[in-house]
């Protein structure tokens, strides 16, 4: 079994298409499709086709990816160890992040990783869907998932950071006057909100427990660099966890002050199962966990 034929088959069910693929790994398309080709004939049905969509997965192919996910991934493992006897550290840590948390975070974790291991290779890719980062997860797509904790979760996890909610504001709004903002008054002002396709945050939608009053945000956004913008360019308010606002503070004409309920999120990394995450993996969460965020 050349099992390099399967990692192939993986990025371009990843990436959607021979041609990303090519680019990435250097391959040529006529090399992939020979590869292919080849795979599908030692094991006797086909696994994806072409469409004007991309590369999809056949009904044979969904059923069996997640076990072609986990053959590559063992053959990482194996050769992380192998490094590891010779004295070497190496491998792939492939995290999935909310682009406020790769903002926030990344920068000194990878900075202080890459001193004490550089021949470990970091990829991130960043999203606001959490089902999709689940997802991602669950599949093995990614190794950790950086997000914050929900009750329907069952990953093992590595806490970082308990993160209260705010209020932003414009730096001339009257509320910045007050230490604490209400959260009634606060609510009652020309309201912006980070919304996916999903829905409201959750965590926001639970502050609304506390007040007897239907939210109705002016507007929403699914990017948080979004909503921090118009609050400081179009007088807007929104709640936003301290870990952003204390960002939006550096690079927005814009302050934050405490609401006079508390909510939290914890956020931190999430993987499938401690017991099985890589020697790399490891060594990343680690690392994360000793740096001061």
């Not at 997640?66 to 010779?86: G, N, T």
């Not at 960043?126 to 329907?152: A, M, R, T, V, Y």
């Not at 414009?170 to 912006?192: A, F, Q, S, T, Y």
């Amino acid at each position: 079994m050349d099992i390099t034929k399967y990692e192939v088959f993986l990025n371009a069910v990843d990436c959607g298409s021979f041609y990303k693929v090519c680019e990435d790994l250097g391959y040529t398309q006529s090399g992939i499709s020979k590869m292919m080709q080849s795979m599908e004939k030692e094991i006797g049905f086909p696994l994806i086709t072409r469409s004007n969509k991309g590369v999809v997965l056949t009904s044979e192919g969904e059923r069996v990816i997640p076990l072609i996910r986990r053959l590559v991934k063992d053959k990482e493992l194996l050769e992380e160890e192998f490094s590891a006897i010779h004295g070497v550290e190496s491998g792939i840590v492939r995290i999935g992040s909310f682009p406020t948390m790769g903002f926030a975070w990344m920068p000194k974790i990878v900075s202080s990783f890459h001193v004490k291991q550089p021949n470990i290779q970091v990829e991130v890719v960043e999203e606001n869907s959490l089902k999709l980062l689940e997802q991602w997860l669950n599949q093995g797509i990614i190794d950790i998932g950086i997000f914050s904790h929900q009750p329907h979760q069952k990953y093992d996890w590595f806490n970082i950071k308990n993160d209260p909610y705010v209020a932003l504001l414009p730096k001339d709004h009257l509320l910045g006057r007050r230490h604490i903002v209400p959260l009634k008054g606060l609510l009652e002002e020309n309201m912006i909100l980070f919304k996916t396709h999903e829905g409201l945050d959750q965590d926001v939608i639970g502050l609304m427990r506390y007040v007897d009053m239907e939210v109705k945000p002016s507007y929403t956004s699914n990017s948080d660099f979004t909503v921090m913008r118009m609050v400081e360019k179009n007088n807007f308010v929104t709640i936003i966890p301290k870990l952003i606002a204390d960002y939006a503070g550096e690079l927005f004409e814009v302050i934050s002050r405490p609401i006079d309920i508390k909510v939290t999120r914890d956020i931190g990394m999430a993987v499938l199962s401690k017991d099985r995450i890589s020697p790399a993996t490891k060594k990343f969460i680690q690392c994360a966990n000793n740096s001061d965020i």
